[in-house]
């Protein structure tokens, strides 16, 4: 059924005009941004009647300024939009913009509802451009300083011009239905969405894309930079009463996460983006430190970076339009199949590929080369993305470093010691074949805890107390073990080793070395034996006797008769600058200088002291009178090692101190 003309004048009496409200939402962050007005027609008998139907007649009748005016009123008045940052947007028609006191009226609206006009977006279709557009401007700058945004409506789809887009003062760009519902199928669509979005961000316009419907809709639009998203997959225009649960809706609380849409990567179609994300994109381009290229699917050169050109010793403008086999014959045999494989669709990374360089003769290069896919926002190949890193220096240095394990492998083998390394577990993950000469266990079987079983019964617990020590609190280890010969003898051997420690200060590993000791041993115990006898004759030797280092002016051995003199203000350990500040005088009575003393004179300076007449007051007061020399010790090279002091009980009684008690 057809409505009457005599039906319009009625439906505004009877109020069957209404708004309904259709989502903007921001296809980033999938967040609300506002709502777009549509105008509905409640007819009594025929029912819903959609504004392609009436809106003409309206314009006709001279009734759309009003239908505008009851559809605004009653969206400003809503107590839901009223407090929030919502914005909403309506479309003025051609005669509305060009007719008289349009902004006025606007004004009226928003004052006597209380509504900011800042959060209105007029939009504008092109066609209102066309037959008046000085006075177009004249109305748009009344609009903005009011506050309004303004919106390029179906940019695109009639009489697109740039002067129209340049001559107003437009906030935002809306791309038309008719090419979002097909740009995942046909490549001029999306061609041209990308374009319109591309032209947008450069002017600093917001991008809005019409007819959203489907996810991989508005996952293209959103590779490609479309700022805001209106259609069907966000919500269908509902009427004033179901904007509250529209707005609760939780996706408009935050991020919404979606997926890779069709192969892409994650970064912007450079055909979206503006002059300045270009500029920066081309920097890091140019300053990358590998060489880039993209290849057409004809294996032409489109764009190069400096380092490529550099690499195939040709420079960049001699590259761009021209075949890979005309520019690289010589290698271009060699790298063919890759691209190939990538015009296919299946990425080629990590090969070497050898090549003389371009700038030095006879020297040859190595390159690290990958070839991917290059693919539109459908999934096509469209060509070819090279990289190639020349890794000429790492592989030198990779093979002198192979170069250098081989010789110190040589050299452990070569080597009296038995290198070997333990993991966090006190196992055993490597050692040198020497150990098998030294104990006749195999590696494999000295592997993990196997190499215990050489161990002597009796040493087995100390060392692995020692690991678990070394492991605990990250130590050095320094151990001493027996292990069986090949021909059945037990021998001495020391092990010896450092931790290497993890991002948290434990312990990783512990590298070290053995060694055989059994001789060191032997001699140790000997010179023990020896050691034993020494202090042994000289303690029981009359006259008192105390021998001092050099190296660091310690008294090391004091014996009983010097014990039985001095008593506990002379032992082991005692610097001589402690010793010269005991109470002893010369026979005047004069208290010694710390040169004077012979102990002193033989030990630091080499002397030999003979028979110095002293006096010692001891811990009861008493003088004791002593006959003292001192001795240098050298080495059998000469060198000054140590000092001797012989001390004897001169003859006669011990003297009380003056002014002692008695």
């Not at 902004?103 to 006009?117: E, M, Q, Y």
């Not at 001559?167 to 809306?174: C, G, V």
């Not at 605990?472 to 931790?499: L, Q, S």
Request: proline content about 7%.
């Amino acid at each position: 059924m057809v409505f009457a003309e005599a039906d319009i004048p009625r439906a505004f009496e009877d109020d069957e005009f209404f708004p309904v409200f259709q989502p903007l939402v921001e296809l980033r962050t999938g967040q609300l941004a506002g709502f777009e007005i549509l105008a509905r027609w409640k007819h009594g008998q025929l029912g819903m009647i959609m504004p392609d139907a009436f809106i003409p007649a309206l314009e006709k009748s001279g009734l759309i300024d009003k239908l505008t005016r009851t559809l605004l009123e009653k969206a400003f008045s809503s107590p839901l939009l009223a407090d929030r940052v919502l914005t909403l947007a309506v479309n003025i028609s051609p005669s509305q913009l060009l007719g008289p006191d349009m902004p006025k009226r606007l004004a009226d609206v928003a004052g006597s509802t209380g509504f900011a006009l800042d959060r209105l977006i007029i939009e504008i279709t092109e066609s209102a451009l066309v037959d008046d557009l000085c006075r177009a401007k004249a109305v748009a700058g009344e609009l903005k300083t009011l506050g309004c945004r303004l919106a390029l409506d179906d940019f695109g789809t009639g009489y697109s011009s740039l002067k129209h887009l340049h001559a107003l003062p437009f906030d935002e760009l809306k791309v038309d239905r008719s090419f979002v519902s097909s740009m995942t199928e046909k490549r001029e669509s999306r061609k041209i969405v990308a374009s319109v979005l591309g032209l947008g961000h450069s002017l600093g316009l917001l991008t809005v894309a019409e007819g959203v419907e489907t996810q991989d809709q508005a996952n293209m639009l959103l590779w490609l930079g479309c700022d805001v998203g209106q259609g069907w997959l966000h919500g269908k225009p509902a009427p004033a009463e179901e904007l509250p649960s529209m707005i609760a809706e939780a996706r408009w609380n935050g991020s919404v996460g979606r997926p890779v849409p069709m192969g892409l990567d994650p970064m912007l179609s450079l055909e979206a983006l503006p002059a300045q994300r270009l500029a920066q994109l081309q920097a890091i381009y140019d300053g990358a430190p590998v060489g880039l290229c993209f290849l057409d699917r004809k294996m032409r050169y489109v764009s190069l970076n400096r380092q490529l050109a550099q690499m195939n010793g040709v420079p960049a403008a001699e590259h761009l339009g021209r075949a890979v086999a005309e520019v690289i014959p010589h290698v271009f045999p060699t790298v063919e199949p890759f691209i190939r494989s990538a015009l296919q669709g299946e990425p080629v990374a990590g090969v070497e590929i050898q090549r003389p360089r371009a700038d030095e003769n006879g020297e040859t290069r190595i390159l690290m080369a990958s070839y991917q896919p290059a693919r539109d926002e459908a999934g096509e190949v469209i060509g070819v993305v090279v990289a190639l890193m020349d890794i000429t220096k790492s592989k030198r240095i990779e093979e002198a470093l192979r170069e250098s394990e081989n010789h110190y492998r040589h050299m452990v083998q070569l080597s009296p010691h038995v290198p070997w390394v333990l993991n966090a577990k006190g196992e055993v993950t490597d050692a040198s074949p020497r150990w098998e000469s030294l104990t006749g266990q195999t590696l494999e079987e000295a592997l993990g805890n196997g190499w215990q079983k050489a161990l002597h019964p009796d040493d087995v617990e100390p060392t692995r107390e020692a690991i678990q020590y070394t492991l605990r609190t990250g130590e050095p280890i320094d151990v001493e073990y027996r292990v069986r010969k090949p021909g059945g003898e037990w021998t001495w051997i020391r092990a010896r080793g450092a931790p290497r420690f993890g991002p948290f200060s434990e312990v990783v590993s512990v590298y070290g070395v053995v060694e055989e000791v059994h001789g060191q041993k032997q001699i140790s115990e000997e010179l023990a034996a020896c050691h034993t006898e020494l202090r042994a004759a000289i303690n029981a030797v009359p006259e008192g006797i105390l021998l001092v280092d050099s190296r660091d002016g310690r008294i090391f051995m004091v014996n009983p008769a010097a014990k039985e003199i001095f008593g506990n203000a002379v032992f082991p350990g005692q610097k001589l600058s402690e010793y010269t500040r005991l109470p002893i005088t010369d026979a005047d009575g004069q208290p010694l200088k710390p040169d004077q003393f012979p102990i002193v004179r033989a030990t630091l300076h080499g002397e030999t002291v003979d028979g110095v007449h002293i006096f010692f007051l001891n811990a009861v007061g008493s003088r004791i009178p002593l006959m003292v020399s001192g001795k240098p010790i050298r080495s059998d090279d000469g060198q000054l090692i140590g000092g001797l002091l012989l001390i004897q009980r001169s003859a006669g009684k011990d003297l009380r101190a003056p002014n002692t008690p008695r």
